[in-house]
């Protein structure tokens, strides 16, 4: 089995940051990754200094070399199980492999789950969008369909009109209120009434909404605010399990604000605690939670280290002064 001070799961933006923090701290450290970005389908990160338009691949291809160029390790794999063992976790690979480490640091994102209506899936990223900070630019001035399923739905169609004044609601299963409709009119938004059977496309493009009477409505981008759920379910077993976000958009792993979960040594950052973070604010989460593991690691290695100055010849501080000393050779100390 292999040891780390601290094992990530998760090599998004999140991940990877915290494993730089980690491992420019010359912490041993350890990511694991499945290899399915949520934003795989994007064309470009938007919204991120200096990095504005970088295809997904390469920014997460980038990250992996710097993290790698302080020592860290990567490794593509799928947890299946974490569990602790004394005052270490196990973490068990879908393939059998199994890592340990002091502290966890869990950086899985989130899965997007999409109306069970034709052609939402096929388009999704490109033509069916979810957000006007990722997409709202790269579709400005088109005629977009907002697909209302839940509570943010109105809000964000609002959000959509500042780029476009062609935007219409389609009430489908969550029809505006009174209220509502009175802003979403006020705003020249329009709202067509009934279910939503499918989405018409031709060469790869949106060209339209098919409702369940069989009216088509011109459209050639949607939008639609998925259910969010993390992406944590191999944490059932530390008794952490996601929980519905209080907005109503989906389920999260509850944390403090710098990552620090129920269970003691696990640590969550990004989408999978915060469902609305983009890559920005994800990665600066992911450098927080590590700055604070290395912080908690360290106050670890003082008390044991007075515990040792203390009673030099106790059995139980010479075997965690030698973990100690093994750990500070990984790193050439």
């Known amino acids: 089995m292999n040891e780390y001070d601290v094992v990530v799961v998760g090599g998004g933006?999140?991940?990877?940051?915290?494993?730089?923090?980690?491992?420019?701290?010359?912490?041993?450290?350890?990511?694991?990754?499945?290899?399915r970005p949520r934003n795989a389908p994007a064309d470009g990160v938007h919204g991120l200094l200096a990095r504005e338009g970088t295809p997904p691949a390469e920014l997460l291809a980038r990250g992996r070399e710097e993290v790698?160029?302080?020592?860290?390790?990567?490794?593509?794999?799928?947890?299946?199980?974490?569990?602790r063992d004394g005052e270490r976790f196990v973490v068990t690979l879908t393939d059998g492999r199994a890592l340990s480490g002091r502290q966890l640091l869990v950086t899985t994102g989130l899965v997007d789950e999409l109306p069970d209506i034709p052609g939402l899936r096929e388009q999704w990223g490109r033509h069916v969008v979810?957000?006007?900070?990722?997409?709202?630019w790269e579709v400005r001035d088109r005629a977009i369909g907002v697909l209302a399923t839940g509570p943010m739905s109105v809000h964000q169609a609002q959000l959509f009109r500042q780029l476009s004044d062609d935007v219409t609601v389609f009430s489908h299963t969550t029809p505006p209120t009174a209220e509502q409709a009175e802003e979403l009119a006020a705003r020249g938004i329009r709202v067509v009434a009934g279910t939503v059977a499918g989405v018409e496309t031709d060469s790869d493009r949106i060209t339209g909404?098919?409702?369940?009477?069989?009216?088509?409505?011109?459209?050639?981008?949607?939008?639609?605010?998925?259910?969010?759920?993390?992406?944590?379910?191999?944490?059932?077993?530390?008794?952490?399990?996601?929980?519905?976000?209080?907005?109503?958009?989906?389920?999260?792993?509850?944390?403090?604000?710098?990552?620090?979960?129920?269970?003691?040594?696990?640590?969550?950052?990004?989408?999978?605690?915060?469902?609305?973070?983009?890559?920005?604010?994800?990665a600066a989460a992911g450098a927080n939670a590590g700055a604070q593991i290395n912080a908690d690691l360290i106050a670890e290695e003082v008390r044991t280290a007075v515990a040792a100055y203390r009673d030099p010849f106790s059995a139980r501080s010479e075997a965690r002064v030698a973990e100690l000393v093994l750990g500070d050779r990984r790193h050439g100390l």
């Open 13 to 35: 933006a999140a991940g990877l940051n915290g494993a730089l923090m980690l491992a420019r701290s010359r912490r041993s450290v350890v990511v694991v990754d499945a290899g």
């Open 209 to 282: 909404v098919r409702m369940a009477d069989g009216t088509v409505v011109a459209r050639d981008t949607v939008a639609v605010a998925s259910r969010m759920v993390a992406r944590a379910g191999f944490l059932g077993g530390l008794g952490l399990r996601p929980v519905p976000h209080p907005s109503g958009m989906g389920e999260h792993l509850p944390a403090d604000p710098t990552g620090r979960t129920e269970v003691p040594g696990v640590w969550v950052a990004g989408n999978v605690t915060d469902l609305s973070a983009q890559v920005g604010p994800s």
């Open 68 to 83: 790698l160029g302080y020592g860290g390790e990567i490794l593509s794999g799928e947890v299946a199980d974490v569990v």
């Open 130 to 136: 979810h957000c006007p900070y990722c997409h709202g």
